[in-house]
């Protein structure tokens, strides 16, 4: 059975402006690999820092080890011991060199001999490949390496937990490697890591849970084949996916079909899909819609129309949802049109759900 590390129970944290974190309930066992990921402004770094307390959350309970640290007779300083914090800014103190960095804290706040934090302090150099850099000064470093640096010197203080609050998110592209092959092989070691980050790949390898922040809170927590291949949500689908998406409602058989069409154009063009593709919806569009479809409404009808691309994949999908009796077009429809439809599409279904309902894919 998991051992539950940290028990968040409906946390809550309110600005003058905004409440980036409106209910917050969640469990995180010993041994568990978190990437948190989602748009900006959704609360992922306000998460971290109430963890630890650095910022005081509006109301609802944390609990570290089943000590309740939202509680104002909690020990913050003891308890901080136990969650080793990694900022996108470094934070190193430049006036002294990378070995009296990592030392610091261990002699300070736990009270290590000395020579005892100089031996761990050049074995965690070793660790994150940097004890040749023990006696250069911070400002001597570049960004990845200032950042294994941090990395090393919150591993220093025995945490049972580790935040990284997007640890890469301040370094060029070239340094990102570096450290995230630091944090791959803490991960590999057991560590319990929670992770704001926007790489994604890097979070699918090396997480065990991801937590997808939207609305207020944790909107989707899953293992990172369940968020990236088929995330129950569909705010975390559009997020994974990166789905751009174009829709219209179309109520009268009389609608502007032009201005309809150079509206999809746009849409394509905006999110520079090949001049074939552009042509293929529009065609189909046209083939569905205006030969297959209107001709069986009545006056008063209601027919949706959404394009999604997903600039993940480079693939985009057509949607055609419209009420009335069921018509499959597939079936019931223009044979030659229909055929146009098939040819230019890669995979096509239709359902009737109370609604008719059919799903175009795009090659």
Same mark, same amino acid.
Not at 87 to 93: P, Y
């Given at each position: 059975?998991?051992?539950?590390?940290?028990?968040?129970?409906?946390?809550?944290?309110?600005?003058?402006?905004?409440?980036?974190?409106?209910?917050?309930?969640?469990?995180?066992?010993?041994?568990?690999?978190?990437?948190?990921?989602?748009?900006?402004?959704?609360?992922?770094?306000?998460?971290?820092?109430?963890?630890?307390?650095?910022?005081?959350?509006?109301?609802?309970?944390?609990?570290?080890?089943?000590?309740?640290?939202?509680?104002?007779?909690?020990?913050?300083?003891?308890?901080?011991?136990?969650?080793?914090?990694?900022?996108?800014?470094?934070?190193?103190?430049?006036?002294?060199?990378?070995?009296?960095?990592?030392?610091?804290?261990?002699?300070?706040?736990?009270?290590?001999?000395?020579?005892?934090?100089?031996?761990?302090?050049?074995?965690?150099?070793?660790?994150?490949?940097?004890?040749?850099?023990?006696?250069?000064?911070?400002?001597?470093?570049?960004?990845?390496?200032?950042?294994?640096?941090?990395?090393?010197?919150?591993?220093?203080?025995?945490?049972?937990?580790?935040?990284?609050?997007?640890?890469?998110?301040?370094?060029?592209?070239?340094?990102?490697?570096?450290?995230?092959?630091?944090?791959?092989?803490?991960?590999?070691?057991?560590?319990?890591?929670?992770?704001?980050?926007?790489?994604?790949?890097?979070?699918?390898?090396?997480?065990?849970?991801?937590?997808?922040?939207?609305?207020?809170?944790?909107?989707?927590?899953?293992?990172?084949?369940?968020?990236?291949?088929?995330?129950?949500?569909?705010?975390?689908?559009?997020?994974?996916?990166?789905?751009?998406?174009?829709?219209?409602?179309?109520? #009268?058989?009389?609608?502007?079909?032009?201005?309809?069409?150079?509206?999809?154009?746009?849409?394509?063009?905006?999110?520079?899909?090949?001049?074939?593709?552009?042509?293929?919806?529009?065609?189909?569009?046209?083939?569905?819609?205006?030969?297959?479809?209107?001709?069986?409404?009545?006056?008063?009808?209601?027919?949706?129309?959404?394009?999604?691309?997903?600039?993940?994949?480079?693939?985009?999908?057509?949607?055609?949802?419209?009420?009335? +009796? @069921?018509?499959?077009?597939?079936?019931?429809?223009?044979?030659?049109?229909?055929?146009?439809?098939?040819?230019?599409?890669?995979?096509?279904?239709? @359902?009737?759900?109370? +609604?008719?309902?059919?799903?175009? #894919?795009?090659?």
């Amino acid at each position: 059975m998991s051992e539950c590390l940290i028990k968040i129970e409906h946390l809550r944290k309110e600005y003058p402006n905004v409440t980036p974190l409106k209910d917050v309930c969640v469990e995180i066992n010993k041994g568990d690999i978190i990437s948190v990921i989602g748009p900006s402004g959704t609360g992922k770094s306000t998460l971290l820092r109430c963890l630890n307390q650095l910022e005081e959350p509006t109301s609802g309970k944390v609990f570290i080890d089943d000590e309740e640290i939202t509680d104002i007779k909690c020990d913050l300083s003891k308890v901080r011991q136990k969650m080793g914090m990694v900022f996108q800014s470094f934070n190193l103190f430049a006036n002294h060199n990378i070995i009296e960095n990592i030392m610091i804290g261990p002699v300070t706040l736990l009270k290590m001999p000395k020579e005892e934090a100089h031996e761990l302090a050049i074995e965690l150099l070793k660790k994150v490949g940097l004890a040749e850099k023990a006696q250069n000064f911070p400002n001597e470093l570049s960004g990845g390496q200032k950042q294994r640096v941090a990395i090393a010197r919150a591993i220093a203080m025995k945490p049972e937990i580790l935040l990284f609050d997007e640890p890469t998110s301040a370094l060029d592209p070239t340094m990102v490697s570096e450290v995230l092959a630091v944090i791959k092989n803490l991960a590999k070691e057991g560590m319990t890591m929670m992770i704001v980050t926007h790489e994604m790949r890097f979070a699918r390898d090396v997480s065990t849970r991801i937590f997808y922040m939207d609305e207020g809170g944790i909107y989707e927590d899953g293992t990172p084949e369940q968020i990236f291949e088929n995330p129950s949500k569909e705010r975390t689908r559009a997020f994974i996916q990166r789905l751009k998406t174009y829709s219209t409602e179309i109520r #009268t058989k009389d609608f502007d079909f032009i201005g309809t069409m150079a509206e999809i154009e746009n849409f394509c063009k905006d999110n520079l899909m090949s001049e074939k593709t552009t042509k293929n919806i529009q065609l189909v569009f046209e083939e569905l819609v205006m030969t297959n479809i209107i001709p069986q409404m009545n006056n008063d009808f209601t027919l949706n129309a959404e394009i999604e691309y997903s600039e993940v994949s480079g693939k985009a999908t057509m949607k055609l949802e419209y009420d009335g +009796a @069921e018509f499959d077009p597939f079936k019931d429809g223009d044979d030659i049109s229909m055929m146009i439809v098939k040819k230019l599409t890669a995979e096509n279904s239709f @359902e009737y759900v109370g +609604a008719n309902r059919i799903l175009l #894919t795009f090659a």
